[in-house]
């Protein structure tokens, strides 16, 4: 069965993704990891590599993308749809993963590997007709595929929240397929520069406040392990080998499928051990409410209205990081998850941490908007 890769791209607007993610491919069509020096690619056996590059600013014009992303949290029916839109690409990338899998062997129902027929949602029609344009997804199957064939998914986005890359952390894992990430880190100054000779730049406050909210990959994370941190201005022969190594590795390291034994207990633990630790945020959450409001009293000289405004936007902001804590969108890391009354002074001091930051930045969104009006 052919191997294939989620290769995940990370960082500003302007750091230099599509260009990087341009360069990999036309190294791995015209060389091939076998003719890269010190790459771990003899020990994964010979084999076409074929590519497909996913970029979200291909699908989605920069000015429908700046739309979305300005009025999002003033409309929370544009937010939804950003999100929905979003989802939508994903799916798009799950039935490539499908068709690169299966389609050689043909259609057959799904045992340890991947979601059968009915638990996997096709793409939205349109979108697919689309993305099978933008990104030249036809071409792929041109030559054929064998068991001998590697493919590397190339996805090229900001990824600026772990949520987003863990989703796709877990869709690597429901296929049992490699998954890597490569984080650019770039000074927000020099975005904003290199953004400007772009064709259809995107606005300089986008990427402000995208710098502001960017969460790099943090090795402590299962999803973030393999991680490149690309620090050199250009791909060059000499440092080739560092992202022929990443790909073939995650290619000899796909991720591990849930093992199906176990999987109620762990579930229902897991349920119970999330209720308590969401029961102790809400207290949490209740309380920063308090301390916020009583802060602004004593400091700000404003009318009825401007406390009332102010109290709803400390209200909204605490049932904005609840439900994220709940479906998931807001990631806790696995030492929270079990987290209860009883749990040490330090993870109790962790999660009092992780509940004001997300709170805070909830906060300072809905504080911009409100700014904006």
């Not at 001998?148 to 296929?175: C, G, H, P, W």
């Not at 849930?258 to 209740?286: F, K, P, W, Y």
């Amino acid at each position: 069965m052919s191997s294939i890769c989620l290769l995940l791209f990370c960082g500003l607007p302007g750091a230099g993704k599509t260009s990087f993610a341009r360069s990999i491919i036309t190294i791995l069509h015209k060389q091939g990891a076998n003719d890269i020096p010190d790459a771990e690619a003899s020990s994964s056996g010979t084999g076409q590599w074929q590519c497909l590059h996913v970029s979200y600013d291909e699908i989605l014009p920069s000015a429908v993308e700046k739309c979305l992303i300005e009025s999002g949290p003033k409309n929370e029916h544009t937010n939804s749809q950003w999100k929905d839109f979003r989802r939508k690409i994903v799916r798009c990338i799950e039935k490539s993963i499908r068709d690169i899998k299966w389609r050689p062997e043909g259609q057959r129902e799904v045992g340890a590997e991947g979601k059968s027929h009915d638990q996997w949602e096709p793409p939205d029609e349109k979108l697919w007709q689309q993305y099978t344009t933008v990104t030249g997804y036809g071409h792929l199957f041109h030559d054929g595929i064998n068991k001998d064939t590697k493919f590397v998914i190339l996805v090229d986005d900001n990824m600026y929240y772990r949520s987003m890359r863990y989703e796709y952390y877990q869709l690597a894992r429901d296929y049992e397929i490699g998954f890597a990430e490569i984080y650019i880190p770039c000074d927000t100054t020099e975005a904003l520069v290199r953004n400007a000779r772009r064709q259809e730049p995107v606005a300089d406050d986008v990427i402000i406040a995208m710098a502001t909210k960017m969460e790099p990959p943090n090795p402590e994370e299962p999803f973030d392990e393999n991680c490149l941190i690309w620090r050199h201005d250009k791909l060059e022969r000499k440092n080739i080998c560092h992202i022929m190594n990443l790909l073939c590795h995650a290619m000899a390291h796909p991720v591990q499928g849930l093992s199906m034994e176990g999987t109620a207990e762990r579930e229902e633990s897991r349920i119970i051990c999330s209720a308590n630790v969401i029961h102790q945020a809400d207290r949490m959450l209740r309380k920063l409410v308090t301390d916020k409001m009583a802060h602004f009293k004593s400091t700000q000289l404003c009318s009825k209205e401007d406390l009332k405004q102010y109290a709803a936007s400390l209200n909204k902001a605490r049932v904005e990081v609840l439900q994220g804590m709940k479906t998931g969108s807001k990631l806790i890391h696995k030492e929270l998850e079990t987290c209860s009354t009883e749990t040490s002074g330090d993870s109790s001091q962790a999660l009092v941490k992780f509940v004001e930051h997300e709170f805070l930045q909830s906060l300072s969104v809905l504080s911009s908007v409100c700014d904006h009006n």
